[in-house]
């Protein structure tokens, strides 16, 4: 899900005289920057406090993740680091509505910040859930495939929004922002993640996960709540859902 609104496309080259100015409008900042001269630090120096905001939207998920690996690792019936795992996605909500509200109070938007945006939200709403039900136990061949699937349902629900708000697809605005989500918006994965809680907090997990396995000792093994993933990941690509964007 992507807060911030991209600019318009600039044209002509920057001269290897030209040096940043804070005052320049952003994107000229950052064409100025991704030159073929740009100077020392150009990328650090090319992003805005907005840009910042969401690169801590990605740390959540990194982390998240990293939680669900040393769950994978170590003691099954100590369940800190699934805990963690899941503290750290809500936080990063925090952050993906911080950035956007930031970028439009400051008005400096960029297309590098929309991609930021959705890079980071697949990887805390998308990845990280995934790899917190493969920790809790969802672990055969079919759901790795069916997890993958959510994952790249979100990777293109994510991608359509930005090309689709870039191009005016989906009208906006006097701010600039989408009237509209097109689907269910990756953060809704946070509902999955409740739910994971709920079953962790219950003891749910492993052998016990909520409808067992369907079809145990075949290729075609699979565990049933993992359907929840797939349904989602049908809901954030549907063309025909509308959500008002708030």
Known sequence: MSKRTSSAALNGAASKDDQPNEAMAPCEKQKLLFSPNPGRFSLVRALHLADLITELNGLCGILSVFSSMRYCLGDPSDHTNLWTGLAFLPFGLFFDFLDGKVARWRRKSSMMGQELDSLADLITFGIAPASLAFAIGMRTPLDHLLLA?????????????????????????ATGKAAYFEGTPIPTTLGLDALMGWWIS?????????????????ALAVHPVVLFFVVHGCLMTSKTLKIPKP
């Open 149 to 173: 699937f959510f994952v790249l349902c979100g990777l293109t629900r994510l991608a359509r929004f930005n090309v689709t708000a870039a191009n005016g697809v989906i009208p906006k605005d």
């Open 202 to 218: 219950n003891g749910q997990i492993h052998d016990q996960l909520p409808g067992g396995v369907w079809l145990e000792g075949t």
